[in-house]
């Protein structure tokens, strides 16, 4: 069960199952994810992890069971570092009433699905990096596009000269790119926007890394990927209002 802070308003309306406005729910999560945000609930409700009501003016109003529901998935994330996908297929296979075997605390997926669906092995080191001409093959790309792309910066090996499989869907990305005749030297801009993005990132989860607490220092990757996957869907949305607001 969640722990709710003793007194207050925030626990008289939890106790009362009377509807929460978002503020009520942060008050009652902070007494044990400190860390935790309103941008972060709502970041939890457009992955689908929870489904508050709406009054018809557009207020979000939360049930006891949401502030459970988002507190199991915040503790999933904190103790057992899972994905919000593995988090989300996990409680749906609950509210089914089907026995689920909880996960095993600390530990990570064997399995990590890249961008485009291709799969790697994470608990077999050959498989998480990978030589030249490994990482070529994988990427469908030759040596002569793979020098111009590493001149550029858009990537490149690590110190032990092998390449990160989490490159390979970055690589036939600025593949299809070429075949609308963006080439290395326009890419480069784009690289320099998502390092400048990184270090935003990086800003706000400092202090995280910083903290006393363990936990909260682990949780900072994953407030990380979170930030960077708003900030993805930011840029989309930009570039399509872009887009839109440009004459025919």
Do not use: C
């Not at 988090?87 to 089907?98: C, Q, T, Y």
């Not at 858009?154 to 299809?176: H, K, M, N, T, W």
């Amino acid at each position: 069960m969640l722990h709710t802070p003793s007194g207050g308003a925030g626990s008289g309306a939890a106790s009362g199952r009377r509807p929460m406005s978002i503020g009520t729910v942060l008050n009652l999560l902070r007494d044990e994810f400190p860390e935790v945000t309103i941008s972060k609930i709502r970041f939890l409700e457009a992955e689908g992890l929870v489904e508050p009501e709406r009054t018809p003016s557009g207020y979000r109003k939360f049930r006891e069971q949401d502030v459970e529901r988002l507190a199991h998935v915040l503790r999933m994330q904190r103790d057992h570092y899972l994905p919000l996908k593995v988090i989300r297929e996990h409680l749906d296979a609950l509210e089914r009433g089907e026995p689920v075997q909880p996960p095993t605390p600390g530990a990570a997926p064997a399995v990590r699905e890249l961008s485009d669906g291709a799969e790697i092995d994470l608990q077999r080191p050959a498989a998480a990096r990978l030589g030249r001409d490994e990482f070529m093959a994988a990427a469908e790309v030759g040596e002569e596009e793979l020098a111009e792309w590493e001149s550029y910066g858009l990537l490149g090996p690590g110190r032990d000269g092998r390449y990160e499989a989490e490159a390979v869907p970055l690589a036939r990305i600025i593949s299809d790119l070429g075949r609308f005749g963006l080439q290395s030297r326009h890419l480069r801009a784009v690289k320099a926007s998502a390092e400048r993005e990184a270090g935003l990132v990086e800003q706000v989860v400092a202090p995280l890394r910083r903290h006393r607490n363990p936990q909260t220092r682990t949780h900072a990757e994953a407030t990380a990927r979170e930030i960077a996957t708003l900030t993805v869907r930011l840029h989309a949305a930009l570039l399509e209002s872009a887009l839109r607001s440009r004459p025919d």
